[in-house]
């Protein structure tokens, strides 16, 4: 299928594709534009139609990726947390909080949102703007059209499965001595956390482990060279979704994990913030379980069993 190079300029474009594009169009018009290709050699479905024309009609590639990538992150983490507050304030639900007792007071959740919005806006608004041209120096793609349905689904389970790893040897080592002191106790302020709780952390904390999210998908690329920017698009919603449904405090008899037994989500998560050992895992729970860093009390029942099974084998040896 033929690629449409979306460019900077509109002459980039013309130059590339078969398409004449007004300069100064809005962005309806670029979008007939592309439809009127349906006919052509290039066919774009409706996303790749969005995508194209919201390029051409910002005309400015690195601001588009920018704002792109910011709006996503507002949306997606906000839009994720709502629900979740607003099934902390119906009475029904109350059943399925998994500690029942320490129900989020708007005191609480206001707090906690300002203290995310502060980080959103002062911290990460600032390197965003670079994700463009850091884009463009290690191949990650923006033309259209994406790749195949496949591609993105497999991409995004290795960067789950990798994500989760970093995840876990970071997490752990955030837990050790000086390192939870001046910087991971800021995230366990919420020994019963809450949706909006899962971006609460130190400005290191979220480096560091956003580092996880955004550096693998770059690892990913430089070596692959065939990463597109709509599978990161895809892959930073999911992960915020993850993150976001991992502290909503919340066990349902539908959750994912009884369905994907090695999905960790908030049954793993909460126990981590209760106990504050254990479970340091994001996505999946293999790496405690096999790293026998499980957290709770039953893991910690099924732990000394196992060791004292241990030591009387040892003993008649
Ligand atoms: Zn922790
Ligand atoms: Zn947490």
Request: aromatic residues 18%; charged residues 15%; neutral net charge.
């Amino acid at each position: 299928m033929k690629r449409i190079s979306i460019l900077t300029s509109f002459s980039n474009v013309l130059s590339n594709s078969p398409i004449d594009i007004i300069p100064n169009s809005t962005f309806s018009q670029n979008y007939q534009i592309l439809s009127s290709l349906d006919s052509s050699s290039v066919q774009l479905n409706f996303l790749e139609k969005l995508w194209a024309s919201y390029y051409l009609y910002m005309n400015n590639d690195i601001f588009a990726t920018g704002l792109l990538f910011f709006t996503l992150h507002e949306l997606m983490y906000f839009g994720r947390c709502l629900p979740w507050y607003i099934i902390d304030c119906i009475p029904y639900f109350q059943k399925y909080k998994i500690q029942p007792s320490k129900i989020p007071s708007n005191k609480e959740q206001w707090e906690c949102l300002k203290s995310v919005l502060i980080s959103h806006f002062l911290v990460e608004a600032f390197p965003i703007w670079f994700f463009h041209p850091v884009c463009n120096l290690i191949g990650i793609s923006y033309q259209v059209p994406f790749p195949s349905w496949s591609s993105i689904a497999l991409e995004i389970f290795i960067f789950f499965s990798l994500e989760d790893l970093w995840h876990y040897v970071f997490h752990r080592a955030l837990h050790y001595g000086v390192f939870y002191k001046y910087i991971h106790k800021q995230h366990h302020r919420y020994a019963a956390p809450f949706g909006l709780a899962a971006e609460y952390a130190h400005p290191i904390e979220v480096a560091l482990l956003g580092l996880g999210t955004v550096g693998i998908p770059m690892v990913w690329a430089w070596f692959s060279q065939s990463l597109h920017l709509f599978t990161v698009c895809i892959w930073i919603t999911l992960r915020l979704f993850q993150a976001v449904d991992a502290h909503s405090g919340y066990e349902f008899p539908w959750s994912l994990h009884h369905f994907l037994p090695f999905w960790a989500g908030a049954d793993h998560h909460d126990l981590h913030h209760h106990y504050f050992i254990g479970n340091y895992a994001s996505s999946f729970r293999w790496w405690d379980f096999t790293l026998d860093t499980e957290a709770g009390p039953e893991a910690k029942v099924e732990r000394e069993e196992r060791m004292r099974l241990k030591a009387e084998a040892k003993k008649l040896k």
